[in-house]
């Protein structure tokens, strides 16, 4: 009772630890505080032949120019119209963000050698940017830099590409191109994928002469009556004034007029306003990666409930996971809502989907095994694999970003989604079963009986359900009688391998299709093709191990966990370090 005790408090400390040790959100002041952007966050923008919220735009955009992070605390929507109507303040803003420590370094060095060095504060706003990454471009226009750019962006392998970032983020953050690229105002009698106009354009019609606008000619502009380019112009002008001078009340008047104004030029192109809304709160709702801390508690009282068979911490886990499983669906099913798509064509979807996949699975075998000893195992791992996974995009944000971006026309093919769900549902339950391989090796080295299912997962799962509560032994083993906690560790790790083999192998085999049908070939020695084969050929050794090795259940746990880590591999290593057809390199 009193390692019970203990156990329990611990993980209540961690637990509230992790709820209270978030970063608390920044309180807006001045300017910022009086500006109203709710209602603007949720009007369209057409992008890249997509529709979106204004907000969702707005973190596409600034995501090129600040990264992850955000300038001065402030909201990339906020910092779009900051950067497009009142550019002098950003002169010498740190602003663009330089993605590899490494590349940060050197460019403080080389400013050393610049006059900058000897400006007040030169070491510390060094120190800063170093830590996290953000840069002005002034400071990158300094020659001794730029020689250093230039030097760097021949490197094709290490170094180009992060130079080209550099570039796209000085681009991006040009007042120039956010004024062209928002693109708000629907056009008049075209279809979906005719690209919008932005509010400059509708401004130089109605307005020929007014100071601060592009007046080139639009055929686009020829729909439109003269009151409707007279309301968005004025409208424009006067927002484009106020912003400029700071008038809070002005702006959220120009905004008002605006936000109402733009869905009525075009009904039947507009998109809904729920979809709208919903994809704006999605992302101020930090895409829902904070699900994590939900799973947590869900793991803590698995595993209490697992070491000493307590059925309160059993009950209340399983609630606790069924409620963030619930919330998991939701932010699934509510990026397949906004995005139009089933959620499975960049990493941060591939992650968070395949997290998901592998809570159903668990939770269907958990109804299998509902009387066998098996029960809350497969919960556990799933619920620790949602969490590792949630955790992933929740603190590494610049890696797998939440932006919601457009399907590649190579990818618009049924085979897409069997392939890739059936792949990244198989890896989640290698994961999973390396968490069940994971606990053997621990009640092994805690002096635990060398056992092993002798049927195999599934077989013991067919063949009665796997052993009951009341055969199990303790961590000693002590009843010859009874079934280890090392052969229900065994059970849970084979069921899960034995389903990851198949559905590796038949994603394997549809990717070959689909390969061969996109691309003409169905097998090319790409490098993710490359590790998800050598994934199954750990799964094959596994199988032949098993049958010769007397220690099953040891080899079976150590061949599991060397499998998760070859998956892991082809997930991170191959996805963002070697490049290839599949990878982000």
């Known amino acids: 009772m009193r390692a019970r005790e203990i156990l329990l408090g611990t993980a209540l400390t961690v637990l509230l630890a992790a709820c209270s040790g978030g970063k608390d959100e920044p309180v807006a002041t001045g300017f910022m505080a009086e500006v109203d952007l709710t209602a603007w966050g949720e009007i369209a923008v057409h992008q890249d032949g997509r529709l979106k919220s204004f907000d969702s735009y707005a973190r596409t955009l600034m995501n090129y120019v600040t990264g992850a992070r955000s300038y001065n605390d402030q909201t990339p929507t906020f910092t779009l119209m900051d950067l497009a109507f009142r550019p002098s303040a950003y002169a010498d803003a740190d602003i663009l963000y330089v993605k590899k420590k490494p590349m940060r370094v050197q460019i403080a060095k080389a400013l050393e050698d610049s006059h900058a060095a000897h400006v007040d504060g030169f070491d510390a706003r060094m120190e800063t940017f170093i830590e996290v990454g953000l840069i002005s471009d002034s400071l990158l226009r300094m020659p001794p830099v730029m020689h250093l750019l230039e030097r760097l962006r021949g490197d094709l392998v290490r170094t180009a590409k992060f130079v080209e970032m550099l570039d796209s983020a000085s681009a991006v953050s040009d007042p120039r191109f956010l004024t062209d690229s ?154 397949w809502y906004v995005s139009g798509r089933w959620p499975n064509s960049n990493m941060f979807e591939a992650v968070t989907t395949a997290a998901w996949f592998g809570c159903v699975v668990a939770i269907a075998l958990e109804l299998w095994a509902r009387r066998s ?174 049958l010769k090795s007397k220690d099953k259940g040891l080899w079976t746990a150590v061949l599991a966990v060397i499998g998760a880590g070859v998956m892991l591999f082809n997930w991170i290593v191959v996805n963002f370090v070697i490049t290839g057809l599949h990878s982000y390199a």
């Open 182 to 335: 928002m693109r708000v105002v629907p056009p008049l009698g075209a279809d979906d994928q005719t690209p919008w106009l932005n509010l400059q354009e509708v401004a130089s019609g109605a307005h020929e002469h007014a100071p601060g606008v592009d007046h080139g000619h639009n055929p686009a502009l020829a729909d439109f009556t003269d009151e409707q380019k007279q309301q968005i112009g004025d409208a424009y002008l006067a927002l484009m004034a106020a912003w400029r001078d700071q008038k809070a009340a002005a702006v959220n008047e120009s905004l008002g007029t605006l936000a109402t104004l733009l869905p009525t030029i075009e009904p039947t192109l507009y998109p809904t306003t729920g979809r709208l809304s919903w994809e704006s709160w999605y992302f101020r709702a930090k895409s829902m990666t904070w699900v994590w801390l939900l799973y947590l508690p869900a793991v803590v009282m698995l595993l209490l409930s697992l070491v000493y068979r307590w059925k309160p911490a059993r009950v209340g886990g399983m609630a606790v996971f069924f409620i963030a499983f619930g919330f998991h669906t939701f932010a699934v099913g509510l990026r």
């Open 373 to 546: 000893a098996m029960r809350d195992v497969f919960a556990l791992g799933a619920a620790a694999s949602a969490m590792a996974a949630l955790m992933a995009v929740h603190f590494l944000p610049a890696t797998l970003s939440s932006n919601i971006s457009n399907m590649m026309p190579v990818l618009h093919d049924v085979w897409l989604y069997i392939h890739t769900n059936v792949i990244i549902a198989s890896y989640c339950l290698i994961f999973m079963a390396a968490i069940s391989a994971l606990l053997y090796l621990g009640y092994r080295a805690f002096g635990g009986q060398a056992g092993y299912v002798r049927m195999g997962g599934a077989g013991s799962l067919m063949m009665g359900g796997g052993p009951s509560d009341s055969d199990i032994a303790g961590a000693g083993g002590s009843s010859a009688a009874k079934t280890s906690a090392g052969q229900v560790f065994d059970g849970v790790t084979m069921v899960l391998m034995e389903l990851s083999f198949v559905m590796l192998w038949a994603g394997l085999v549809m990717g070959a299709i689909w390969a061969d049908h996109s691309w003409g070939r169905p097998w090319g020695w790409d490098p993710k093709e490359v590790f998800a084969l050598n994934t199954f050929l750990i799964f094959i050794v596994l199988v032949h191990v098993r």
